[in-house]
């Protein structure tokens, strides 16, 4: 096939799947860290390093990146749920010495702290997801590596020593689903997430036009299709969203690899049994950052519910609109066992590569540490619901 008939038959096909991975963007060419000299203590929290990266990475790039659906209904409310809980401090506890460690299927982490699966990380900075992993290795975080990252879950796993799990789009094709099944495994990847809020694309108004408007001449690959597709180019009729999924899905992941399966997008109790009943290891409460169906209760507010179904039989985690340490508490006083993040450590890549995710991990975990002290806490497994009131 020449290149310009590819060309169209990948802008094809994203039209058809909603899903992109041409996408020039700017500030994206740049090699180094940042464009001009940064003095990190001005970067007090992720709003600032949020600012940073619309400078970095463009204008764009961060629409693109912030973007949720509709109204934005969804979007808020994941962030501003939080604000409507308080925390309960308690006084006089010694706190000179904290952790921060947590158990997750029988290994220990220093942090409660994961970096969500977010797809094609070279919009925001060239290096994207090696950058991201390689800090996710150096500050001990676990990173949650998207179907449709830049870079393979092998390439990612060969040039880091990151702790990588496996975030799972079906693809309409089992035959490719199990070959990506595959490389994750070799990759040593233990967990497959499955993504099962996306049995369409939302109705991002503002993202999806943005993306067919930038897209044009730099092309960036879907690595981990690479060796299934020549250029990762998935033939027509074929695409990674699966609306025809069930809650089969789960025994056939099982039957179909030895990964533990967490299931990410689950906000109610119903579905948390279903989860139980179909042979989930885990849960991930999630709708996706607000870019899939609009009008969503916030995250945190679906948590309590989740919980109390699950009854501590597999871990329950959450992401969508957690912005600071106090989230991060709030979150684990909720119940959750570990809590993610998304646009955040985006916002650092695109800001400053490698550097920019440690920093916004750092300050999350700084202010973790700190409010925890303030709290009168030194162990996560201290957080419990006391902590807080809503
Ligand atoms: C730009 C972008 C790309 C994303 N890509 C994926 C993806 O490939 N797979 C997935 O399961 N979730 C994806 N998500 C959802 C995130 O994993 C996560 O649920 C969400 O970002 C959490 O909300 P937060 O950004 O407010 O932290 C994406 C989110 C964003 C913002």
Known sequence: MNSEIQRRHFIKWIGMSGLYMTLPIAGCIRENEASTEVDLTSLRNVFDVEKLSKKEMGEDALLYLNDGVEDRLTLKANVEAYKKIQIRARRLIDVR??????????ESWDSPLILSPVGYQQLFHPHGEIATAKAAAQKKHLMMVSSVANHSISTIADKTQAKLWFQLYPTTDRKITKHLLQQAENS????CVLTIDHPVLGNREVGIPLLRKIMSTRKLKMGNFEGIFPDGI??????VIDPSMTW???GWLKENCGMKIILKGIVTKEDAALAVEYGADGIVVSNHGGRQLESNLG???????????IDGRMPVMIDGGIRRGTDIFKALALGATAVCIGRPFCWGLGALGQQGVELVLDILMTELKRDMQLAGVTSIQQITKDYVRS
């Not at 998935?234 to 695409?239: I, Q, W």
């Open 97 to 106: 010495n904290v952790s921060t460690g947590i158990e997750l299927f029988g």
């Open 188 to 191: 040593g990847c233990k967990v």
């Open 234 to 239: 998935m033939p027509e009729g074929t695409s």
């Open 248 to 250: 089969d899905m789960v």
């Open 299 to 309: 995250t945190i507010e679906c948590l309590p519910e989740v919980v109390d179904e």
